[in-house]
Structure formats: C-alpha cells, structure tokens
C-alpha cells in the first residue's frame, strides 16, 4: 500500500457481522469491499425473500424484524460509501489476494486489511435414514421459509439439540404446517441448570421462554432427551421414530424431517488465509483463534461473528462493530474509546449468555453411540462409519488427517463441512482418546465447488 493509497478493507460476509463492520468502516470514511454468496444481504439469520416475492418483515423475521430491516437498510442505502458485491463467492486466500468467483467469472482482489464474518451452518449427525429425500437441515428448512415461503413438507417433524429447534418449530407452526413433533436431544434438566445464567441476556432468554411456551399452547408434541432416532421410509420419509427419555420407543407418520444438533463455525477461508486454530472443548469444534478485538493471529486478517465461534445474531453485530474499530486502530485511525468501552462492556454480557445457552445444549454424543457400522457418514464419498473404526483398529488412523487419506472421508464436494467433525468423533471413540487429540481436516481450495472453466483468466 502507497503512503497516499487509500487502504483496501475487504469484508466476506454480508450477515450482521459483515455488515456493521462495513458500515462502521464506511462512517470512518473509508470505502470497504463486501463480498457475498447470496443476491441480498442479510446472511442466514436475516435471509431476505426475492425481490418480488412481496413478503412484510414481520412476518418473516417476528420479534427480530426491525434488527433484520436495519441489517438489509445499511447496503441498500450506504452504496456510496460501501463497494457492495453479491452473488460473489470467495473460494481462495492466498497472502494478500482473494480468488473469486463472480457473475462474470472468475476474479481476483487485493486487499491490505481483510474481514472474514463467513457466520455458521447447521452441525449435522447421521443417523438411520438420514440420507433419505425428505429430510433437511434445521437451517435449510428454515430458509426454505424464509426465502421461499415454501414448508419442506405437510406433516413436519423437527429434532436436534440447540436454540434453533424451538424457533424452528415454532416459525413453521405460525405458517400454519402441522408440525406433529419438536424433539429435542438433550434434557430440560440441562436447561434448567443454566437459568441464573441465561438471565445474562434476559431479553434472549424471555423469547426462548416465549417460543417454547407457543409451541405447548399450540398443542406441538415436544420432548426432551430423545434417543435413537431413526427416519423410515420406502424411496421417502414416512415416518421418525425415537426412544423417550425413559427409554419408550416412539413413532410419528411424518413426510419430512429436520434435523441438526447445533452449529458449526464456517472457518475455511480463515484456514487458508494461515489464522491459528484453538479447540473449543464447549464446542466440541476446532474455531480460530481470535482476540477479543477481532484481531487473528495473522496480521491484517480479522474474525467476526459466528465463523469465529458461535454467538448468535446479536453477539456478530457486536463483533462486526468492534473488528472495524480494531481495524481503524491498526490503520491509525482516532476511534471513540468510549464506544470501544460500550461494545466491550455489552459483548462480555452477551458471552456470559453464551456460555450457559451452550451448557444448556450439551453435544448429544449418545446419538453417534448408536451409530452402526452400516451407517453412511460421508455422504459424498460414500463412507460409511465401519470404514472409518476399521481405519482406527487396523490402520492407526489416530488423527482425523490420516483417516482421511486411508477412506477419503472430507474429500468430497463438501470438503467435511457436513462429515468433518462426525469423522473426528467417531475416531475419538474407536480409538478410545480425547476428541482434541484427532485434530481437524486441513482446508484445501477450492472451499466449494466452482466450475474448471472459471479458473481460467
């Protein structure tokens, strides 16, 4: 960068933390690159239907609308002061370069300082059935709605272990699906251990409470500690069956099913970009490291939001905010001290939260327990989870890395953003040791498929 060039910031992400940081940039006076997958801004929590859909946010986004509408204004309106790109696709980082893939082909930017808030996706379990048409991710089933205003079936069933689940249900139900099952894999007595701490943020808390409680008025069947689920069906689902708490078995006729059992850090840029991983053993994931200004361990590249660690909508506008006044300090930059101190002072609330909505949600490793060998883990390259023990017991494969090359488990389309910390479990248990101890997948680019032609100039 020339002493009298003006700094090129890029931003990958255009969810709650892309886009604060942006606009916190833009109030600086500097012009910041937003690159995105999707054609509108928003990311997933704040996903915007098409143009000429004609949907009011209210009835999209509920209590969250005037947050989603603010989210969406800041692009619409700040074009003069953020170089906003959609549908653009960041498949690379190599030193100081972003390879892309754009509606016009294939790109490349510099840039000086870069922000990655590439946010989460759904944490996905096999299980028997899985695999069958019919059953989506909690996140997918509720862009569906979101987006399209379309529900993935007629007679719903829901099952997983996090806060989505009860806002899932509860969004599908006030669209009027008959959703005939809420199941939650971890217990009520989890959640009631954490009370003192989710008052953290009471306000979060009290929407939780508002959602569960709409979900019982309504007469949803919800259950707590949920086992051994099983999706059947001939070519489609039919129906989900479970064992209760008390060890019941269960069964409910269903034509779709959405399942996950939490979320997962989208991080692979970071991992390209050289940022130093850390095991976040409440996570039971591998998250790179950040600071709590932003800052990665690789100068010039910073983290916000969910692809960091998971925190939610609030917690990712907090950090896109604070990551552009680190940015501006670096750059040298005067920045309100004052607004630092506010920003800090609500983030360490919002990580109290955090902490207890997570221990709320343990992982509900008892369902990979009673995965069989039979079992499809890799649904790309067809792995099963008998392939992945028999690489631990008669191979070594100790470390997730090894497992791979010996089964191609993560070499798939998916590059183990689905399979990834399956494999990593499954192996932790074959090989009797501590998850931490199998590491992770490394990340090769590109971090989703493209089409060969547009890697040609």
Known sequence: MSALAEPIVAIVGAGPAGVRAADALARAGLRPIVFDEAERPGGQIYRQPPAAAGRVSSGIYGFEAKKAQAIHGVLRDGQDRIDYRPRTLVWNVFGRRLDLLTPDGYREQRFDHLILATGAMDRVLPFPGWTLPGVFSLGGAQIALKAQGVSIGRRVAFVGAGPLLPLVAHQYAKAGVNVVAALDATTFGAKLAQV????????????????TARNRLRGLDVRYGVRSLRVEGNGRVEALVWRDSSGLAQRVACDAVGASFGLRVEAQLADLAGCRFVFAPELRQWVPERTAEGRSTVPGVYLAGDGARIGGADVAELQGARTALAVLEDLGRNVDRREVARLDRVHARQTRFRHALDAAYPFPGHLLDAIGDEEIVCRCEGITAGALRQAARDKGAREVNRAKALTRIGMGRCQGRLCGETAAELLARA???????VGRLRCQPPVKPIPIVATAP
């Open 196 to 211: 003192s701490g989710l008052f953290a943020s009471a306000d979060t808390f009290a929407k939780g409470l508002w959602y």
């Open 431 to 437: 090989c009797a040791c501590d998850i931490e101890s």
